[in-house]
């Protein structure tokens, strides 16, 4: 993940596929018989679908930016706080054999002394979505890495009640009863944040918002023509 024609490949080929698939489940939908066992059954399991699409979209395109921004060889002192933070925890997770007092005079050392030192982003791992990915841990997860998440926080109650309540009760062998009028419209809600997610990541990776005084639409050094 070099570049950022490789990220934004990898963000649309995620997208694409499934996009791909939820579109057919809704066709699968449609062509049920209105207000039968066979679609509201459809519609139950639907939603499930619709969450792990959510969850593993974001997750996906997440840890695709991170791995875009560790290979980017920067230092600590270019990059944005959150970076610098996400380096440094994981360089003091792994100072093993030492107290917890030791470990926090460590890490204050690293963030006074290691500025020019380069970020060890520990992008192989990804993120961690925690498997219920409410708009809290979503949000929290778009600051750690410098992303504006304010265009999508009226969407927190279609997040955590529409969907992630809505599929942990049906997951958990409860009835809940939805119709198909209200599956497609969370089918499209679903769709448009998933949509948010790909241009608001295309879009930092492209004004180098990863850096700590990147300008807003100024290209990352590294991407331009040698």
């Given at each position: 993940m070099r570049t950022i024609g490789e990220l934004q490949d990898s963000l649309d080929a995620d997208l694409a596929w499934r996009r791909s698939e939820l579109h057919s489940y809704l066709v699968?939908?449609?062509?049920?018989?209105?207000?039968?066992?066979?679609?509201?059954?459809?519609?139950?399991?639907?939603?499930?679908?619709?969450?792990?699409h959510w969850e593993g979209y974001a997750k996906h395109s997440l840890s695709a930016y991170i791995h875009f921004v560790g290979r980017r060889r920067l230092?600590?002192?270019?990059?944005?706080p959150g970076f610098?933070?996400?380096?440094?925890?994981?360089?003091?997770?792994?100072?093993v054999g030492i107290s917890a007092t030791r470990k926090m005079i460590w890490r204050?050392?690293?963030?006074?002394?290691?500025?020019?030192?380069?970020?060890s982003i520990p992008w192989r791992k990804g993120v961690d979505t925690q498997s219920n990915?409410?708009?809290?841990?979503?949000?929290?997860?778009?600051?750690?890495?410098?992303?504006?998440?304010?265009?999508?926080?009226?969407?927190?109650?279609?997040?955590?009640?529409?969907?992630?309540?809505?599929?942990?009760?049906?997951?958990h062998g409860q009835y809940l009863s939805v119709d198909s009028a209200a599956y497609e419209e969370l089918h499209q809600?679903?769709?448009?944040?998933?949509?948010?997610?790909?241009?608001?990541?295309?879009?930092?990776?492209?004004n180098g918002a990863y850096r700590r005084s990147a300008t807003p639409g100024s290209p990352d050094p590294a991407d331009l023509p040698t």
């Open positions: 699968s939908v449609r062509r049920s018989s209105t207000d039968s066992v066979t679609q509201r059954s459809l519609c139950r399991a639907g939603v499930p679908l619709l969450y792990a230092t600590y002192r270019e990059l944005h610098v933070a996400l380096g440094i925890e994981a360089e003091a997770d792994a100072q204050t050392h690293a963030l006074l002394t290691r500025d020019s030192d380069r970020a990915l409410n708009s809290s841990r979503c949000f929290e997860l778009f600051a750690l890495v410098g992303l504006d998440a304010s265009p999508i926080q009226l969407k927190s109650r279609l997040i955590d009640y529409e969907l992630l309540r809505v599929r942990n009760e049906i997951a809600e679903v769709l448009s944040i998933l949509a948010f997610v790909r241009n608001t990541i295309s879009t930092a990776a492209e």
